[in-house]
């Protein structure tokens, strides 16, 4: 079989979805290296993608040339520096993309709706939609959070293995917000075990006194992201987040399908 020469001619392939196939190839390495902590080796790379070395060896030379890996002085590789302003760049746009959805939580549910990812060990709001209310929640988008005092948190972490939530809550620690905030990692853990259980995640008066927040994970998102409602506790009710909750989990849903599947090639 003509192995060194398919090889040579990898670049002008097609792809089964038919675009080319080096650069399918070179992004599912990227992100195979985000899976793996950001820093793999070539072997490792090759064992799970199933890629040839030579092959990877090659889209590898090409992506630290363009800047967007970079070869440690242990020869392993790391996502390089320009993936930044990339990555900066798309989570406006993923908040710009939600927004739509977030008013329509408002409208059903009246109270502010909120879109957070997980970065690194943090939470970070991307958009909002506030309340008409003139009591009303506020969080200023890009504002930074710990997961451990919030229900967008809790929705993030809820399927992350034990092992790796109490890694990253030992790297954060659980400084208290409220009276009501929890801080201990079994007491965060069997918080996890209720969303996995209910399906969906609970912020009450944790961050904030007299505030409650109903969170869901948005499905398949490509990247970790969730969506929530929050208001003063005495309008976020019971019996108000088990109507609430349907709403967050459809619209969670319908922004999932929206992420994941793109619009017409050009």
Aim: aromatic fraction near 4%; include cysteine.
């Amino acid at each position: 079989m003509p192995t060194s020469s398919a090889s040579t001619t990898d670049s002008a392939k097609p792809a089964a979805s038919g675009g080319v196939q080096s650069l399918e190839r070179a992004f599912d390495l990227l992100e195979r290296m985000a899976d793996a902590g950001g820093e793999v080796g070539l072997s490792e790379l090759s064992a799970t993608s199933g890629l040839p070395l030579p092959t990877i060896h090659r889209l590898m030379r090409t992506l630290v040339a363009c800047g967007y890996v970079r070869q440690q002085p242990n020869r392993r590789y790391a996502l390089g520096p320009r993936l930044i302003r990339l990555g900066e760049s798309a989570s406006r746009l993923l908040g710009t993309w939600a927004r739509p959805y977030l008013a329509r939580l408002v409208d059903e549910t009246g109270e502010t709706a909120n879109m957070a990812l997980l970065d690194g060990d943090e939470i970070v709001y991307v958009a909002q939609v506030p309340s008409r209310h003139s009591m009303r929640m506020f969080t200023e988008v890009g504002r930074r959070v710990l997961p451990h005092s919030t229900g967008v948190g809790k929705a993030l972490l809820a399927h992350t293995p034990e092992d790796e939530v109490r890694a990253l809550l030992a790297r954060t620690g659980m400084p208290a917000a409220t009276e009501k905030t929890i801080t201990t990692a079994d007491g965060f853990l069997a918080a996890l075990s209720d969303v996995r259980q209910l399906g969906y995640a609970m912020d009450d008066n944790e961050q904030e006194i007299g505030v409650r927040c109903v969170a869901v994970s948005v499905p398949d998102s490509p990247t970790a992201a969730a969506i929530s409602i929050s208001g003063p506790a005495g309008r976020v009710t019971e019996s108000v987040t088990e109507r609430i909750v349907p709403v967050l989990q459809q619209v969670a849903a319908e922004l999932s399908h929206a992420l994941t599947n793109p619009g017409p090639a050009a």
